[in-house]
């Protein structure tokens, strides 16, 4: 009995070890099929015939998924680089020496969807001294491409607001057609807020008499609340609000321009840009140019 046990073991254990180099054999080849079709749609994928079709593909699921990640209310530009507010129709940019020198024909004939550069407002000068580098140029030339220009003066609160209307007056003056003048109030400059608003009162007084139409406010949001809210009710603004959906929450703010990103890209400017809508249609557009 003893002996006959011994043999059925053994006899049990080469049958496991037949079980066992069958299994092992059979996940090798397994494995090797799979190998064998995924090998199989590579080459199919990355064939001349379909290679368009996949980069395709692909770049459109990036598209949609970019899309997504955004809010619902804006488009995702490739062109343009950011996303822009599908809800506004006009739009524009705002330069200064940042950008260098512009090629404003390329900058014209930039177009994605239905967007494209209708304005832009141009840093003119700043304070009582300074006058942008490449102001006379970017005016010129931005004019001859078709686009609708208006002035910006960067405002410093420390020093005479009339003097700093007289001084922007000395260098741009708009005319029938262009955009009205912007003054850019967004720091302190160690003046307090009342100082501040003395001087940037009497600064719009200067201009509102002595050219053709009444100036714009141009401020972010926060500084607006915090040093300019209730006290120039009788101007229209213009607010800069990034990666935001919308300015819709600030109805009460008489706002016409929204700078809504400031890391745009246009053919012609080889420096990043700020992007901003108009508020309103054509019509409304065509009224707010100086008369």
């Not at 100036?215 to 500084?223: A, D, E, Q, R, V």
């Not at 915090?226 to 213009?238: A, I, K, R, S, V």
Request: contains cysteine.
């Amino acid at each position: 009995m003893e002996q006959a046990g011994k043999k059925t073991s053994y006899q049990s254990k080469g049958r496991t070890k037949r079980k066992t180099t069958v299994r092992k054999k059979a996940k090798q080849n397994l494995s090797y099929r799979l190998k064998i079709i995924l090998i199989a749609i590579l080459l199919v994928l990355l064939s001349p015939f379909y290679y368009g079709y996949v980069l395709r593909f692909f770049s459109s699921c990036l598209h949609w998924i970019k899309d997504y990640c955004y809010h619902p209310h804006y488009h995702m530009y490739k062109g343009f680089h950011i996303p822009i507010p599908d809800k506004y129709k006009i739009h524009g940019i705002d330069v200064s020496y940042y950008q260098g020198r512009i090629d404003w024909q390329l900058v014209k004939k930039m177009r994605e969807d239905s967007v494209h550069i209708t304005f832009a407002y141009i840093k003119a000068t700043e304070g009582i001294l300074q006058v942008d580098p490449y102001f006379q140029r970017n005016w010129r030339e931005a004019a001859k491409a078709g686009i609708i220009c208006g002035p910006y003066h960067y405002f410093r609160p420390e020093k005479s607001g009339k003097w700093q209307a007289r001084f922007l007056l000395q260098n741009v003056n708009p005319e029938t057609g262009d955009l009205p003048i912007a003054v850019d109030v967004e720091e302190l400059d160690g003046a307090s807020p009342e100082k501040m608003r003395t001087e940037l009162t009497q600064f719009l007084k200067y201009i509102s008499a002595h050219s053709k139409s009444k100036p714009i406010i141009y401020s972010g949001l926060k500084f607006y609340k915090q040093n300019l809210e209730g006290h120039f009710d009788d101007y229209t603004f213009w607010l800069a609000h990034y990666y935001e959906e919308n300015l819709d929450g600030n109805r009460q703010i008489r706002w016409a321009f929204w700078q809504h990103n400031d890391k745009g890209g246009v053919n012609g400017i080889n420096h990043t840009v700020d992007f901003d809508v108009f508020n309103g249609d054509s019509l409304a557009f065509k009224k707010i140019l100086v008369k």
